[in-house]
């Protein structure tokens, strides 16, 4: 692992563990084995350090990029695919998810960085829904904001089932929810007089 990779894992660890406010660049610096002045050369600041682990380690920066390997051509099947290895990779980061939630009032500065996950998921989502229209399978749709109506649904739950309810309920109701949410986006798509048509 480069000293750059070390710094943003040790990072990672730490703004979890103790908030972005309460992590210093000493101690994320001293987890990975290297001085302050090494931190300062490879980010430049604190701020910098976070804006990379964030983009390094949020739900949708961890999914594959490129969703040209999962896709089936089935609507339904697709979006229950997407929507699975998102809910993973937020299951996975979930500290994260908590700690930018209890940061966010304190430290107006992390709300832009924050504004960046969803711009990510909504990307991923949006490449999907190309391709889909590229390859003749659904019909031109305003996707910007299909994407983003997806992610919202899919954060909404993390919220509810995994942040703030702190039990099982988010793996009983997982499956349900979400191919309802694949069925709902399937529908819309085929339905010709829904409002998503451009």
Do not use: W
């Not at 990029?65 to 089935?74: E, F, I, M, N, R």
């Not at 990510?120 to 490449?127: F, L, Q, R, T, Y």
């Not at 039990?167 to 007089?193: I, M």
Request: glycine share 4%.
């Amino acid at each position: 692992m480069s000293v750059r990779e070390a710094i943003v894992h040790a990072a990672m660890e730490i703004f979890s563990e103790k908030g972005y406010t309460g992590a210093t660049t000493k101690e994320i610096a001293d987890k990975a084995g290297c001085n302050e002045v090494t931190l300062f050369r490879h980010f430049g600041n604190k701020e910098s350090l976070f804006e990379e682990s964030l983009q390094r380690f949020s739900p949708p920066s961890i999914m594959p990029k490129a969703l040209s390997d999962h896709v089936t051509g089935d609507v339904k099947k697709d979006l229950t695919g997407i929507a699975n290895r998102y809910l993973d990779a937020a299951v996975e980061q979930l500290p994260y998810i908590r700690m930018s939630i209890i940061e966010l009032p304190r430290n107006p500065e992390l709300a832009r960085l924050v504004a960046l996950i969803p711009v990510h998921m909504a990307s991923n989502v949006n490449e999907y829904f190309l391709k889909m229209y590229e390859d003749g399978l659904v019909p031109k749709a305003n996707f910007d904001r299909l994407s983003e109506v997806f992610y919202n649904m899919l954060f909404q739950y993390v919220l509810a089932a995994y942040v703030f309810e702190h039990d099982e309920r988010g793996a009983k109701d997982r499956t349900v929810y979400v191919e309802t949410c694949a069925d709902l986006f399937a529908a819309a798509l085929r339905n010709p007089n829904s409002n998503i048509k451009t």
